[in-house]
């Protein structure tokens, strides 16, 4: 692993496990906190396609409706959408994506959104489309990385691993883009393209590195991926709150729920969960 991405995951990672990540600008729209906050027992949360819904359902929701809490679930399609309905007021929490992507977000729409506790994650990994085998790679096969910055990163960082390309490291995910690429001996074709795309398209291109979500969602499997990111802490996904309101005493039951014993064995008796990408807490 490079230096430079050894320091910036390093720092990113660290902000991640602490889970005091600061927004990058802006002023957020939301309520202020208030005395109400401790006495509150309703809770909205927002998710986007993928497996969290249902671990939240199975696997947190019983728990917080035995300390008498009463959740209240709702579906977004939009990454933008979800963070602003959380940052507004409309919904309690989200859980959907991964800190890099919240700093993105907050960035981009002046709120103050912040990680409260790290959810495990499927990981992105490498998938063979009309090749099946890293070593039938040859000159201009095709392949599609998602097309949001952070992620289009991630999945570079796959097909650096595997020796297909190379690229110095960025400071920001979130800045990243093909050009950043130095050296590509296969001249490999890669186009970025939308992430719920790359599901359906994987039959008309030669591999594709898919966002996790998405893999359990298009119903892939990992035994059948050719390579598995390494997946650092700051691209693990997160339990996103208000960032007045990380220290209320809902938001910590939340937390506290991810980090319980009953969660943990959950996940551990549940077969569709291997692979992912736990918190240090399950080991």
């Known amino acids: 692993m490079r230096t430079a991405r050894k320091a910036l995951l390093a720092a990113a990672g660290a902000a991640a496990i602490a889970l005091t990540l600061s927004a990058c600008g802006g002023t957020a729209a939301a309520p202020d906190a208030s005395s109400d906050a ?8 927002g998710f986007n396609p ?3 819904l249902e671990m939240f359902q ?4 019983p728990i917080l409706e035995d300390e ?3 959740v209240e679930l709702q579906d977004f399609t939009d990454g933008i959408v979800v963070n602003v309905a959380v940052a507004s007021g409309e919904i309690d929490a989200n859980i ?9 977000v907050n960035e981009q729409e002046g709120i103050d959104n912040a990680a409260l506790v790290q959810v495990p994650t499927p990981r992105m990994a490498l998938f063979g489309g009309k090749k ?13 990385v998602p097309n949001s910055p952070a992620n289009l990163y991630r999945g570079l960082l796959i097909l650096r691993d595997v020796g297909w390309i190379d690229f110095d490291d960025v400071d920001d995910p979130n800045t990243a ?3 950043i690429i130095t050296d590509n001996p296969h001249n490999l074709n890669i186009t970025p393209i939308e992430n719920a795309q790359q599901v359906p398209a994987l039959q008309d291109v030669d591999y594709s590195t898919i966002q996790g979500n998405f893999i359990i969602a298009g119903g892939l499997d ?4 050719l390579a598995l990111e390494d997946q650092p802490t700051e691209f693990s996904n997160v339990v996103t709150v208000r960032a007045s309101d990380v220290d209320s005493d809902w938001a910590q039951a939340i937390k506290a729920a991810y980090q319980s014993d009953e969660f943990i064995a959950f996940i551990a008796d549940n077969p569709q969960y291997k692979g992912y990408n736990l918190p240090e807490w399950f080991e």
């Open 50 to 52: 993928g497996p969290y």
């Open 222 to 225: 990992y035994d059948d991926a």
């Open 58 to 61: 199975e696997g947190i929701q």
């Open 132 to 144: 099946s085998s890293l070593d039938d790679v040859a000159d201009g096969s095709t392949i599609t």
């Open 38 to 45: 401790a006495e509150k027992t309703d809770i909205k949360i």
């Open 68 to 70: 008498g809490y009463t």
């Open 96 to 104: 959907m994506q991964h800190p890099v992507y919240m700093e993105f």
């Open 177 to 179: 883009d093909l050009s």
